[in-house]
């Protein structure tokens, strides 16, 4: 065997191995993602379930239902908002550019309109909080990919 074909074995083997490796850390960071979405999901639930703060309103029937103060997230009311979330990891790409997306959105039509406001109705934005809350524990997920 030349000296040649020695280093080329070595290259090879290497090669391999980073491979390997690179493809190890895809799937372990692949499987944290799922284990991201459902943190959003969670702190979405825990932000969204906060009683209101803001004006009382008479149900009826229902009793009564304390509304969110404008510039605080919306208090639960029918809790369609808190509940009906879509989760998504996007992994694109493979190898060494392989990029994980981990998303949530609302199903609720009006979950931007709480979100934004409107002329009449000042904004109840969540979504940052959402962020916020589930950061620490998305963060520490991730850390653990070795």
């Not at 074909?5 to 191995?17: D, F, G, P, Q």
């Amino acid at each position: 065997m030349t000296a040649l074909s020695s280093v080329n074995e070595t290259i090879r083997a290497l090669e391999a191995e980073v491979h390997d490796e690179v493809q190890s850390l895809n799937q372990q960071a692949r499987s944290r993602a799922f284990r991201a979405v459902n943190a959003m999901q969670g702190a979405a639930y825990d932000v969204l379930g906060q009683d209101g703060t803001g004006r009382v309103y008479r149900r009826g029937a229902k009793g009564v239902h304390t509304a969110s103060a404008p510039g605080a997230a919306p208090a639960p009311d029918t809790g369609n908002l808190r509940r009906n979330w879509r989760r998504f990891v996007i992994a694109e790409g493979r190898g060494k550019g392989a990029r994980i997306v981990c998303r949530i959105k609302s199903d609720m039509p009006y979950a931007s309109i709480l979100e934004n406001g409107t002329a009449r109705m000042k904004a109840r934005p969540f979504r940052q909080r959402i962020i916020d809350q589930a950061k620490p524990e998305i963060v520490h997920i991730f850390e653990e990919v070795r």
